[in-house]
């Protein structure tokens, strides 16, 4: 379950204390990894052979021992040898197997985690904006890089070393029976003394296990959050509190792993010591067979290397066991994100767009409430019909609706009642990258990538030359101080666009846009950070693109807006009033006051 932004700090509890994940409790979640793995099933099989003879020559091995102690006094010195020759023979084999076996399982760990975290991101990709309302971007880097790297360590290494050492308990345990069975029975009474730790602690370890992890997703987001708007951290000296904020999470993660440590710890010291007395008693009783004549000194070292192989095996599984319930964890968490719901969804059956695409966008009575701000209407029976080509802006004041309405035509969200249709389509029987490619959107806020100019323009239409990115510069007045960077246009801007202005991310954005080259073009105040200068030469621009494109505006100043051929003036997610600039001022009302305060009071930013 996602929590929310503030619940770290809220809360004491770690996150996601609240509930318990009744599928974490037990390691059958784990089969949630078979998918993943199915199309590896020959490095599988390989791995699996391997680890099969590895196992195999390490309970050959104390036969091989058992025959040199008990014959270490004959006067057969060829003999010896060879029984030498054979222990040699199956070490270079156990070695061999070994390599191959830590090879194969490496490999399919990695590839495995690769497909893993493809699959995550390509799931989490696509979800709606309503999804990042309820999880935070930095948990879902967390699940697909620290989650991930647990299960890597499983997979290439966990459940490999588990099964050889599971085969090599069986194994030894049968060898132990046909050499000595009252020594085994006595070993075997100490099988329950051992089991009854692990289960109690164990369960323990994997609530802590959890939990760690849960306040390593916080913390990682919280970071993501506080370095992605750095600027306005050190703007209004939050630094301090910043680093307070990740400490103290930080801080309490690593308490949580000290439990966890501690509760590990504890599980192997009983484990260990448990089983290492129980050998310790086997062994007396044993060496009171060899001097009683019931046994040779060499069936008793036989008993005692397979005691040990048990042993071993036994230990190493109590820890394997708490390294399974952490991936465990993890795994859940990531299939909670590849089963994660979405509101907004493609159909099952997509209907095709006319074609060519005209433009024409309708709002048939809709009414859309924020998954956020449920309690507070977006837009209320909102109808609006808007005609191909036409130039249509919105204004209004903050929080009327005027982004909603641009969110909704790109249907990042689905209206609560009525319909959003391009063409006479319901945007819902569209398939959304299908009728995505004919929009081209410039956001109040740009992104620009951690890339080149070139390639952030380029973002507009992967497929376009060099000249076509130049043109598209040009047209959105960025040719310039792009050619101006050291390396022109394959000048890197840095994360975010931190080495370009303002002014210079927005001109980037509309030449992104103009490159889409789309008949619907979104403008959701692309001027606004624009000097006047800047603004005329980039208005011009946009002029010219929205010739024969459906154009939706949205903008606080109005002189951006004074050439639409219809405005479209928004309160409280309603329809005021709507017209041309002039015929909108002659009304009086809303738009008539705007218009007074930017245009003869001077309110209106330049």
Known sequence: MARSRTEPQAQPQAPGAQEERASSRKLGVLASLWPFMKPYRGLMFGATLALVLTAGMTLALPLAVRRVVDNFRIEDGELLDWYFLAALGIAAILALGTGVRYALVTRLGERVVADIRKAVFDRVIGMSPEFYERIMTGEVLSRITTDTTLIQSVIGSSVSIALRNLLMFVGGLVLMLLTSAKLTGLVLLLIPIVIVPILVLGRRLRSISRENQDWIAASSGNAGEALGAVQTVQAFTHEQASRKQFGDMTETSYLVSLKRIRTRAILTVIVIFLVFSGIVGVLWMGANDVRNGVMTEGVLIQFVIYSVIMAGSVAAL???????QRAAGATERLVEL???????????QSTPLPDPVRGEIQFDDVTFRYPARPQRLAL???????KPGETVAFVGPSGAGKTTVIQLIQRFYD???GRVQLDGVDLRDLDRADFRTHMALVPQDPV?????ARENIRFGRLDATDAEVEAAAQAAAAHEFIAALPQGYDSFVGERGVM???GQKQRIAIARAILRDAPVLLLDEATSALDAESERAVQGAVDQMRAGRTTLIVAHRLATVKKADRIVVLEA???VSQGTHD??????????????LQFTDGVAAE
């Open 318 to 324: 109590s820890e394997i066991w708490s390294e399974l």
């Open 573 to 575: 997610g309603q329809i």
């Open 448 to 452: 620009i990538f951690a890339a080149s």
């Open 583 to 596: 015929d909108l001022v002659a009304q009086g009302g809303l738009y008539a006051r705007l218009a007074r």
């Open 338 to 348: 590849l089963n994660a719901t979405d509101t907004v969804n493609d159909p099952s």
């Open 500 to 502: 370009l202005s303002g």
């Open 380 to 386: 209320d029976r909102f109808n609006l019909s808007i």
């Open 415 to 417: 209206p609560e009642a």
